[in-house]
């Protein structure tokens, strides 16, 4: 059984930074495109960040895009997302997820995290 869980989500300040993790376990998922979505309050989840399963692919939401950096560790089957220069605007749950594609479509995902919080606020 898949899991992916997610961690280092808090509380920050605008203009701060935080790094979150995902960590995958129960399969090896080195060969899928790994994710960042994010959702509000109120919102439907939205795509931030997507790296292939080699890492030599990145793409990234234009509203994150220069701020944020997505990265992977496939020995230790985790995949990260510094985000620096940070908005009140980038308030969510980050949720991390998998897929065999190259899309930002979350439909096409297959697994996801449960997701951890972050706030941005002063």
């Known amino acids: 059984q898949v899991q992916l869980v997610e961690s280092g989500g808090g509380l920050v300040q605008p203009g701060g930074s935080l790094r979150l993790s995902c960590a995958a376990s129960?399969?090896?998922?080195?060969?899928?495109?790994r994710g960042w979505f994010r959702q509000a309050p109120g919102k439907e989840r939205e795509f931030v960040a997507r790296?292939?399963?080699?890492?030599?692919?990145?793409y990234y939401a234009d509203s994150v895009k220069g701020r944020f950096t997505i990265s992977r560790d496939n020995a230790k089957h985790t995949v990260y997302l510094q985000m620096n220069s940070l908005k009140p605007e980038d308030t969510a749950v980050y949720y991390c997820a998998a897929t065999r594609g190259a899309t930002t479509n979350p439909r096409y995902y297959d697994y996801w995290g449960e997701g951890t919080q972050e706030t941005v606020s002063s």
């Open positions: 790296m292939s399963w080699g890492g030599g692919s990145t």
């Open positions: 129960g399969f090896t998922l080195d060969l899928y495109t």
